[in-house]
């Protein structure tokens, strides 16, 4: 059971428009939400979080929302650059006690074309 | 320069094969995570470590082994029990051995694993 979910595998965005990513989820003990960037044979990096207190959260050109009715929380990025071309997948956190046992999307590749 | 190292980049398991990961992390952080990408997949956990000498089970533990003897490494062991081993694998850690949920995660660079 998939309990948080990028259902566009890819997003194609010229340079300078805004790229909006989305990612839903399952599971309302869900608390803290976040987004990593991918380069191809690269780990992740941590590129922007929220917490389920919040709205928005915002970060030079990344902007994530939250929208905890629906479940459902998606990043912009404006503008697009080339440089930001990569697999970006959600990640969902609950307390479990002592660990962080992140729950992944399937990830959501964007290509910003010049 | 602090980071997870993962060696090696690429490796190539025969049928039967036992075969291991390497992690290694010179952050000074209390837990590693070991975490199986597939394609078209969401990173998986397979198992992870808070301290030195334990471990726990992920959600897709069987058919791996790890071990925690020192707190920089954090080796995985593909087993020949692991039927479909062929996915890029993620270390991964975190500062803290008991984190918030507001913890992320630092990765290595990944190992790419493929069954001849």
């Known amino acids: 059971d998939q309990q948080v979910k990028q259902n566009s595998p890819s997003l194609s965005v010229q340079e300078g428009r805004i790229s909006i990513l989305n990612c839903d989820y399952t599971?309302?003990?869900?608390?803290?939400f976040l987004w990593y960037k991918k380069y191809p044979a690269e780990g992740p990096t941590f590129l922007i979080s929220?917490?389920?207190?919040?709205d928005k959260n915002e970060d030079g050109r990344f902007t994530v929302f939250l929208n905890k009715s629906a479940k459902h929380l998606s990043l912009h990025i404006v503008p697009s650059q080339p440089g930001d071309s990569a697999v970006y997948f959600c990640?969902?956190?609950?307390?479990?006690?002592?660990?962080?046992?992140?729950?992944f999307g399937t990830g959501t590749r964007l290509q910003v074309t010049l | 320069d602090g980071g997870i190292t993962q060696s090696p980049k690429y490796l190539f398991r025969k049928e039967g094969q036992n075969v291991t990961l390497s992690c290694e992390q010179n952050l000074n952080h209390d837990a590693m995570y070991w975490y199986r990408q597939d394609p078209g997949q969401g990173l998986r956990l397979i198992y992870y470590?808070?301290?030195?000498?334990?471990?726990q089970k992920g959600d897709i533990a069987e058919g791996y082994s790890v071990s925690r003897e020192k707190k920089e490494s954090f080796p995985l062991t593909v087993t020949s029990a692991q039927k479909n081993p062929t996915a890029f694998y993620l270390c991964a850690s975190t500062p803290r051995r008991t984190v918030t949920t507001n913890e992320k995660l630092f990765f290595g660079s990944g190992t790419q694993l493929s069954v001849l």
């Open positions: 599971n309302s003990m869900f608390d803290y």
């Open positions: 929220i917490s389920s207190i919040k």
């Open positions: 990640a969902a956190s609950a307390k479990t006690g002592t660990a962080s046992k992140l729950t």
């Open positions: 470590s808070q301290i030195v000498n334990d471990f």
